[in-house]
């Protein structure tokens, strides 16, 4: 039996060739999953395979997404996969954000290192990979930064058109300088993620085009691969928490269905517990997974927060996040504006870095420590999903104490590193230096 796709909703569960071009059920609207036989080989086979090919010189075994092909099976030609070495991104301890959360240890896996410099990079190398198997021509993404970036650089390495469209004034500079660079056709809309989402879902029906945000499933079964390799490098051994930032949550339904398939194929033995952090101002799903009713989500109509990357009102895939966070046993909190800055500035000061989207993972671990559903025991890895160089203009601002939230308040900035100013004179700097 060759890889299909499925409908998710229980009630449906209607299949479909692997080579349609589908983002949701014809039948009942409900999201679609890639699904596989059963493999037939024992787990030590699969993990000394995988751990044979970080020796290998081809590209295939060097991509941290492509070295677990069979974990994705959805291809049965890899000839026109196009790689740019994504993933292989590293397992890094913060003793000091470790000390802040009130956790013994936090390790951090930073999706910030990947080519594009964010976690999209996984996704969006086999997205393209289909689009290329499907003979499609141009693909297409709303974004509000990294998502475009990615899109553009791996579209563009395969010779498709890159058509990008952007909610007009909430895009990080570096990122859209990416995309330009990248070659991407850029439309800056005014609107916001969710409505021009909305809208590009039908430009991509009605022009051909394909469309590569999260939605598409093959985004998701490349996102997999970060839980597998984070798996890999930890000898296989699950930690107790995987704590996350969710936007339009498809990194946490990646890392659900990734976990529970590596469970079925016996490559880990247990599933670490999913925590899912919003910001504050963009918390529709911490909402829903907090009220009595789980049938349907509210969507925020209005979505604030200075971490863009999760300004996002009304997530697609909240069916797939909703059942991978009840499967793990898992939690969904919510942090504010201060909580993510002041979090990101300790991660900094680790020396690691990250985006405010990503440092949410802190600063949602250090209030569900505090609030102990987190032991101080526990073995909590956060993923950061992009790199300190998306935005830059926040930094300086946290640092200078000029940020402000979406709503006017100051962010006091607890961990302010301000630039200093001094004459060029040897005696005055030396007096600089000592204080
Ligand atoms: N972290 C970063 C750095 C992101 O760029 C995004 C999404 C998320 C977290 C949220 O992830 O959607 O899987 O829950 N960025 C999108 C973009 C919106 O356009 O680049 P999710």
């Not at 990503?358 to 909590?380: C, P």
Request: proline share 6%; with cysteine; glycine share 8%.
């Amino acid at each position: 039996m060759p890889a299909e796709l499925a409908c998710i909703e229980e009630r449906c569960r209607a299949r479909f060739p692997i080579t349609e071009v589908l983002y949701s059920c014809p039948h009942c609207g409900g999201l679609l999953e890639a699904v596989y036989p059963r493999p037939e080989r024992p787990a030590a086979e699969w993990k000394a395979l995988w751990r044979e090919r970080r020796t290998s010189n081809a590209a295939l075994d060097q991509s941290g997404v492509w070295r677990y092909r069979e974990f994705l099976g959805f291809l049965d030609d890899y000839a026109r996969v196009v790689s740019l070495r994504e993933g292989n991104t590293p397992l890094l301890d913060g003793p000091l954000a470790a000390e802040y959360a009130g956790l013994d240890r936090i390790t951090f896996k930073h999706q910030g290192f990947n080519p594009t410099g964010s976690f999209k990079d996984n996704g969006m190398t086999c997205g393209v990979a289909q689009a290329l198997r499907l003979g499609m021509t141009r693909v297409a993404c709303v974004s509000t930064g990294n998502t475009s970036a990615s899109m553009a650089a791996y579209a563009s390495a395969a010779g498709l058109k890159p058509i990008i469209f952007l909610p007009a004034g909430n895009i990080a500079f570096g990122k859209l300088a990416q995309a330009l660079d990248y070659g991407a056709l850029t439309l800056q809309v005014d609107a916001n993620f969710d409505q021009i989402l909305a809208m590009v879902r039908q430009v991509a029906e009605r022009a051909g085009i394909y469309l590569l945000n999260s939605i598409n499933p093959f985004r998701i079964e490349g996102q997999k691969t970060i839980m597998v390799e984070l798996m890999d490098q930890r000898d296989w051994t699950p930690p107790d928490w995987v704590v996350l930032p969710g936007g339009n949550l498809g990194n946490a339904s990646a890392f659900g269905k990734a976990l529970r398939e590596m469970r079925q194929w016996g490559l880990i033995d247990r599933l670490p517990r999913l925590a899912v952090v919003q910001a504050e101002g963009s918390a529709p799903f911490y909402e829903l997974m907090h009220s009595s009713d789980r049938s349907r989500l509210n969507p925020v109509t209005r979505p604030e927060t200075l971490a863009t990357a999760i300004r996002i009102g009304d997530p697609v895939s909240w069916p797939k996040a909703m059942h991978e966070v009840e499967c793990s046993r898992g939690v969904v909190e919510k942090v504010s504006e201060a909580e993510i800055a002041d979090a990101k500035a300790v991660i900094g000061r680790c020396g690691i870095g990250c985006e405010p989207a990503s440092a949410a993972t802190l600063a949602g671990a250090r209030k569900l420590v505090a609030a102990g559903v987190i032991r101080r025991d526990e073995d909590v890895v956060a993923v950061l999903t992009g790199n300190l160089l998306k935005d830059q203009d926040y930094i300086y601002r946290y640092h200078t104490g000029k940020l402000q939230g979406p709503s006017g308040p100051e962010i006091p900035g607890r961990f302010r590193n301000e630039p200093l100013f001094v004459p060029y004179l040897l005696e005055a700097i030396i007096s600089k230096i000592k204080t």
